[in-house]
């Protein structure tokens, strides 16, 4: 399995950046994907996530309103995208592309509304954001 990001970069702050997430070599569909990111210093932190099987979407209180997550299919990969808006300093930091969650982890998101870093598997190498 494969996650490679891209889009990343420097904006002002109450500006917008699109993120997208290419995943490939499964040979099987991966339940969910999201966007975590990490702040130096700070622990890893869900930003949204989506349920591939159904659409259904998952975000930080702190991006609700602002963030949108999408998925695209096709026969050789999926790919995520994370579209931010009116960003702010605070959201600066590197961000991780993340797929696979566990069935009995999703059952309990789709529950919950929640989900963290244990919920998934594999991760991308990540893309900075600076937010000034």
């Known amino acids: 399995v494969q996650l490679v990001e891209s889009g990343g970069g420097s904006v002002q702050a109450g500006g917008s950046l699109r993120l997208s997430c290419a995943a490939s070599g499964y040979t099987y569909s991966s339940v969910c994907m999201g966007w975590f990111r990490q702040a130096p210093g700070q622990a890893r932190e869900g930003v949204a996530l989506i349920y591939t099987g159904g659409g259904s979407t998952f975000y930080a209180d702190s991006v609700k309103g602002r963030f949108t997550i999408s998925q695209e299919k096709d026969k050789n990969k999926n790919t995520v995208s994370l579209q931010m808006s009116s960003l702010n300093p605070e959201e600066t930091g590197m961000y991780y592309c993340?797929?696979?969650?566990?069935?009995?982890?999703?059952?309990?998101?789709?529950?919950?509304?929640?989900?963290?870093?244990?919920?998934?598997?594999?991760w991308g190498q990540g893309t900075q954001v600076t937010v000034s």
């Open positions: 993340a797929a696979e969650c566990p069935i009995g982890n999703m059952v309990e998101i789709l529950r919950t509304r929640t989900f963290g870093a244990s919920d998934v598997h594999f």
